[in-house]
């Protein structure tokens, strides 16, 4: 840490940013910021409504809550630098803040990817296994899975912001990235650093395969239930739950595959940044959407807490 404090202002990395000052780009910042807005907004509201509704202290809705506040530290620990910097026109970033930025994304996308592996496996027993659920997913596993999920996930990013920090810079050390992304950084090292990417990669491979195939076998699980099942209502419910929550797992895996297991030669910044945008700000404000705001027990909660202030107002 002192290595990082001892860097003067000539160590700052200039990132070179997603967006021009072009009409085209303008309205892109303007829908990112929307995006931004609704992530930020919906997933704090899901996160009072959870933990301020005894009826959805369950563990469906503890593991919601989980997501959402990684989401939350997830859109705000690369958006706000990038919007300032587009504002203010002032790209630089100083190099403990880009450790911090990359210590933390990598923290958090690998928390969440394990986090809705596990989701599915719940999904899975509460549609296959109900009378058993309550044992399956009792408070103590519940803890466990959510313990381990933020545990691997700090561990990856600790060691990767470590690592990635202790390497020498030279150049312009123009980052061509919105935020400090870890492969972007790399180029601009005096040394080799094929050894430590292969490093990543495989253990790339780990978290997010791993978590990926949890989440295929337990969906294709619930899909043979689902065909199984003697009412026809219940089965285009569960159906139709989990073919939402699937689109949303899609995206986050897909884009963090695309960025992380292609081959060195076929890596493109433009479209790095672009597909970064989906897992950085999209999934984020899709996750309380797809996952809650159309479940009946959340907007039952929501509107117990809007009849509150209002009662509360008139008084």
Known sequence: MEIWLNQSSTD???LLGIFSHSPTDLVLFSVVMVVFT?????????????????QLHTPMYFFLSQLSLMDLILVC???????????????????????????????????EGFLLGFMAYDRYVAISHPLHYPVLMSQRVCLQIVGSS???????????????????????????????????LLKLACIDTSIFE????????FMLFLPFSITVASYAFILRAVLLMRSAQAGKKALATCSSHLTAV??????????????RRYRVPSHDKVVSIFYTVLTPMLNPLIYSLRNRDVMRALRKGLDHCRISSQH
Request: glycine share 10%; net charge neutral; with cysteine.
């Open 12 to 14: 700052d990395f200039i």
């Open 38 to 54: 609704v992530a930020l907004c919906g997933n704090v509201l899901l996160l009072f409504l959870i933990y301020g509704d005894p």
């Open 150 to 184: 933020w545990a691997l996930g700090i561990i990856d990013g600790v060691i990767q912001m470590v690592v990635v920090m202790t390497f020498p810079y030279c150049g312009l050390r123009e980052v061509n990235h919105f935020f400090c992304e870890m492969l972007s």
């Open 198 to 205: 292969n490093v990543i990669y495989a253990c790339c491979v």
């Open 77 to 111: 620990t690369n958006v706000p630098k990038m919007v300032v910097n587009f504002l203010t026109g002032r790209k630089s970033i100083s190099f403990v803040g880009c450790g911090i930025q990359i210590g933390l994304f990598v923290c958090l996308v690998g928390s």
């Open 250 to 263: 899609s995206l986050f895996y897909g884009a963090a595959m695309f960025i992380y297991l292609r081959p």
